[in-house]
């Protein structure tokens, strides 16, 4: 992949700026400490100066990445390959935008609807029945994508994030609710303004990973404390810890390095 990125960039048009794609899969990132470290030499060797990275976490699209093993992994690969001089663009990324910007991506990219933010096999195996695009609030305060009922339950007990109350999307969305009227639309342009935000705020240092983190943390462990639970089964923020874990652990591979 690297000798033909760099056979295409040597014989680009000035036009152009030629990127290095890059899936890897994470299972194999983390089948050795260095392993990681030896990706990112390879790839390092190419001719282009950004690296569009996508991950095969072998994770249905509607679930977090929650193996803190694997996120370090690829959090070394990025910065890796940030402090090798190359850009990294990470492609269907969503609020694990966190660890990745941590890591020192230079930027991130993600979908519009809550299924298509993630990189996975399946989407080129037969499409199954049913499915469709469902409309869901992006709150960062649990930082995780919540059904309309849940946001309304949010929002009477008070613990919507300041991020929320910010996005010019929210009272057009809770009307839309509140009217019981189709708002798939205002849903994805609300969670890009967000992911937008939080790019330019983790960027310029306006906030940390382990802040939205800790904050996401104490909002999960009260809203258990209140019987509070979220319509689907699986949405418990049960991977705050595993990124929580990431972070740390990443953080101190940073500081052993100097």
């Given at each position: 992949?690297?000798t033909?990125?760099?056979?295409f960039?040597d014989?680009?048009d000035?036009?152009?700026?030629?990127?290095q794609s890059?899936i890897?899969?994470?299972?194999d990132?983390?089948t050795?400490p260095e392993?990681?470290?030896?990706?990112a030499s390879?790839?390092g060797a190419t001719?282009?100066?950004w690296i569009?990275?996508?991950?095969?976490?072998?994770v249905?699209p509607?679930l977090?990445l929650s193996?803190?093993?694997r996120?370090v992994?690829?959090?070394k690969?990025?910065s890796?390959?940030?402090?090798?001089?190359?850009r990294v663009?990470?492609?269907y990324?969503?609020?694990?935008?966190?660890l990745?910007?941590?890591?020192?991506?230079?930027?991130?990219a993600?979908?519009?609807?809550f299924?298509?933010?993630?990189f996975?096999?399946?989407?080129?195996?037969d499409?199954?029945?049913?499915?469709?695009?469902?409309p869901y609030w992006?709150?960062e305060?649990?930082?995780?994508?919540?059904?309309a009922a849940?946001?309304k339950?949010?929002?009477?007990?008070?613990v919507?994030s300041?991020?929320?109350?910010?996005n010019p999307?929210s009272?057009?969305?809770l009307?839309a609710i509140?009217k019981d009227v189709a708002w798939v639309k205002?849903?994805?342009?609300?969670?890009m303004w967000?992911?937008?935000?939080?790019?330019k705020?983790l960027?310029s240092g306006?906030?940390?990973?382990k802040?939205?983190?800790k904050?996401a943390?104490?909002?999960?462990?009260e809203?258990?404390r209140?019987?509070?639970?979220m319509s689907?089964?699986?949405?418990t923020?049960?991977?705050?810890q595993?990124?929580?874990?990431?972070?740390?652990?990443?953080?101190?591979w940073?500081?052993?390095?100097?």
């Amino acid at each position: 992949m690297t000798t033909v990125a760099t056979s295409f960039a040597d014989h680009a048009d000035d036009r152009f700026e030629p990127m290095q794609s890059l899936i890897v899969s994470t299972r194999d990132l983390a089948t050795a400490p260095e392993r990681a470290l030896i990706v990112a030499s390879i790839v390092g060797a190419t001719a282009c100066k950004w690296i569009y990275l996508m991950l095969d976490a072998e994770v249905r699209p509607r679930l977090e990445l929650s193996d803190a093993e694997r996120l370090v992994a690829v959090m070394k690969l990025i910065s890796a390959l940030e402090r090798a001089g190359k850009r990294v663009l990470i492609g269907y990324t969503s609020s694990d935008i966190l660890l990745w910007k941590t890591a020192g991506a230079t930027s991130c990219a993600t979908g519009k609807f809550f299924n298509v933010r993630r990189f996975t096999r399946s989407r080129f195996e037969d499409k199954e029945e049913g499915g469709g695009n469902l409309p869901y609030w992006f709150e960062e305060s649990l930082l995780a994508f919540v059904r309309a009922a849940d946001f309304k339950r949010l929002m009477i007990e008070k613990v919507l994030s300041n991020a929320t109350v910010r996005n010019p999307l929210s009272e057009e969305v809770l009307l839309a609710i509140e009217k019981d009227v189709a708002w798939v639309k205002l849903s994805w342009v609300a969670y890009m303004w967000w992911f937008a935000d939080v790019e330019k705020r983790l960027s310029s240092g306006g906030t940390t990973a382990k802040d939205l983190l800790k904050v996401a943390q104490k909002v999960w462990t009260e809203l258990d404390r209140r019987d509070v639970y979220m319509s689907e089964r699986l949405n418990t923020g049960e991977w705050i810890q595993a990124w929580l874990q990431a972070d740390a652990d990443f953080r101190k591979w940073i500081q052993s390095l100097s």
